[in-house]
């Protein structure tokens, strides 16, 4: 279940941003090492915590507005449909917006045209680990970032999703990268320095969001693959 400072997993946790669940964890954290513990001199970010482990998710849509000064927005629904549903063939018809978008009223399926990469972090307070441009997208450095992927296909996050209440907008295609890495609070500051600088106010999403339960094996996709 991995280690880190303070909160236990699935506890709830007022310093990522207010009350919001724990999540899962890398297993990096070393308390005997200063770099998982010296704190940092926060600027942008808010409520971030050396030795944490986070996961950045990177939405990419057919809906989107990529290469425009309104590519990044929050929330993530508004830069993921920011040219509507219209725009991904989905919306034309009077079926249901569940039917729609799995595709059972003809249109394409909304997995084909939406989908989100995600890398999880350890926070350190070390320098070299430093990573300038997080916005633009994951790491890409093989061996050791994105080169051992898991795809599949899911509902969105956050803890208004769990179990029993699925996203009104799902299945969406995954990409998610299954190493653990570590990575300085100053690439997460200029992160959220970067938000900052955007057209839409992306002031909710400079503070970490809490974690989903763990999707039931019930309920999960039976489409893994590993690329």
């Known amino acids: ?52 482990t986070y996961e950045i998710h990177w939405p990419h849509s057919a809906s989107g507005a990529c290469g425009t000064p309104n590519q990044y927005q929050t929330p993530f629904y508004d830069g993921v449909f920011c040219m509507g549903l219209e725009k991904l063939g989905i919306g034309l018809s009077s079926a249901t917006l569940g ?51 898991a795809k599949y296909t899911g509902s969105t996050t956050g803890t208004s999703r769990n179990n029993q209440v699925c996203s009104s907008y799902s299945p969406i295609t995954w990409q998610v990268d299954r190493k653990c890495h570590l990575i300085s609070a100053s690439s997460f500051d200029k992160m959220c320095a970067d938000m900052k600088q955007q057209r839409d106010d992306m002031s909710d999403d400079l503070y970490a969001h809490g974690a989903r339960e763990v999707v039931a094996n019930n309920i999960a996709g039976n489409n893994l693959n590993r690329l």
């Open 1 to 52: 279940k991995g280690k880190g400072p303070g909160t236990a997993i699935g506890g709830m946790s007022r310093r990522l941003g207010g009350s919001v669940r724990q999540g899962l964890r890398c297993h990096h954290y070393d308390a005997a090492d200063s770099k998982f513990t010296t704190p940092y001199d926060w600027q942008h970010c808010v409520g971030m915590v050396v030795g944490e």
């Open 99 to 149: 039917d729609q978008v799995q595709g059972n009223d003809g249109s394409p399926v909304l997995s084909s045209k939406v989908g989100v990469q995600g890398q999880v972090f350890t926070i350190v307070n070390d320098e070299n680990y430093y990573y300038p441009d997080l916005i633009r997208g994951w790491i890409q450095d093989s061996p050791s970032h994105g080169s051992d992927i």
